[in-house]
């Protein structure tokens, strides 16, 4: 995409379906208009001169260690079951993934 | 004056003018007194220091919202790691501080709950996003409060509030228990009326945790005895490299300089320095850090904690949940960072911004061969005025000062400025990566190792 003034409407109704949120159509319009402004803002990547510059993903450019494969007991399951906004019989009880729509 | 007396009055006081400052989400008054109790009996390194805690630090037992409505409710089953060494240390910890939504925003107007009020003048905002936690403190209610800071929200809130605000290197804090933003650029942050305070937390909560893997394994050195000031010339030897740096309001002009004038007075040296790729940092941070939060967020999804508004299958839950439960700019920012990882535009934007980010950590590498620490404003304006309908592009070009030590995952700390108006300014000096030491030998030099004076209505 070339960045406009405005972000393409299918390309936010795209975006929002990746990331799980809806929008209605005054927020559609909204946010077509103010993501179209930043994205027009991030212009100034393309036009600098970076082709030949190796990213920098960890700002002090070093490899996070990783941790020992030990097995350990966390202890605080009550807690957890507490907080969820549903439990039962052991697990966290969700609305069907698949089968037919109620 | 025991922690307990100290607790009782701090709590008195929040009480007393909270309610016109909205400061805290949570205030948790019987924890706090335990700890003080504790703090008298046991003493230990930060014994009954007054400390308010942002709400996007897990605090076990203790309701941790991150600011949004997505959350209300949650309890963490756990502390955050600079919660249990604040605890281990004796600290009183008052309670929770208001955000905006999961750190997205520079003037707490995006919590989900209320704005927070600048204690200068209740019409303006204190900044943001760790706007509770500076208020707190500039209003007398505590005596340090810990930030998270991913792209400026400890340091421009301590500007617009007229505190000191550090931002460690990254990997200098835990991040365990900080509820991701940005996982690359996220830090725990400090703020304080004085630096001999962040000091003294800061060797309590810094150093290598296992449960983080982006902790440094390096030593903890007293930071309070290493940033001793000294009577004379204290700032003798320090090397202050200043940048151009374009158009901000006339009060900050004034104080930069005044402030500058004053670290000359104190023995440092001034000299010219470039960061000439500053000018990406914004373009940078506005898709490195969504695309991050993208990922981030996704696990806020109504299923196993926070908020559930049930759909009819699974899918629906899911988008009615996060629909509803998260406020407008942190909509925005999903959106504009799964872009920036989508497929056909991930070379383009994401990968590109990181190699921007490359530049600008190169150009900090380059200033420190002439000098020991960069000086800039922390924000091109004094407070803004709550309500102001700023777009969203615009306020984050405000960020062009915090943003570069950010991306470099530099320590940087705002000091207040000498103002000549009624409105706080900010002075960001930022170091070479771990030397924290200077930051706060320069704070501490610069405020006569002395607090901040409180806003005439809080004293």
Known sequence: ?102 | MTAVSNCRLALARIADRDEELGAFLTVDGEGALSMASQADREGGPIAGLTVAVKDNLVTRGVETTCGSRILAGYVPPYDAEVVRRLRVARATILGKTNMDEFGMGSSTEHSGYFPTRNPWDLSRSPGGSSGGSAAAVAAGFCEVSLGSDTGGSVRQPAALTGIVGLKPTYGRVSRSGLVAFASSLDQVGILARNGRNIAKVLSQIAGRDPADSTSVSRDVPDYEARSEPGANNPLAGIRLGVVAHGEVDAAVETGVAAGLERLRSLGASVVPVELPHAHLAMAAYYLIAPAEASSNLARFDGLRYGVRKTGTDLEETVTRSRREGFGDEVKRRILLGTFALSSGYYDAYYERAQKARRVIADDFEAAFASCDVVVTPTFPTVAFTLGEDTAPVDAYRADRFTLPPSLAGLPAISIPAPSAGPLPVGLQLTARAFDEATLLRLARAFLDDADCRLPEAYR
Do not use: N
């Open chain 1, 1 to 102: 995409m070339s960045s406009g003034a405005m972000m393409d409407k299918t390309q936010l109704a795209a975006l929002a379906r990746l990331c799980r949120l809806s929008l209605d159509a005054e927020e559609e319009t909204r946010l077509a208009r103010e993501l179209g402004a930043v994205l027009e803002a991030m212009d100034v990547l393309a036009a600098s001169d970076l082709d030949d510059v190796a990213p920098l993903h960890h700002p002090l450019d070093a490899v996070a260690p990783l941790a020992d494969d030990r097995a350990q007991s966390w202890g605080r399951f009550r807690e957890v079951r507490r907080t969820a906004p549903s439990f039962v019989d052991g697990g966290f009880q969700v609305p069907l993934v698949l089968g037919e729509k109620k």
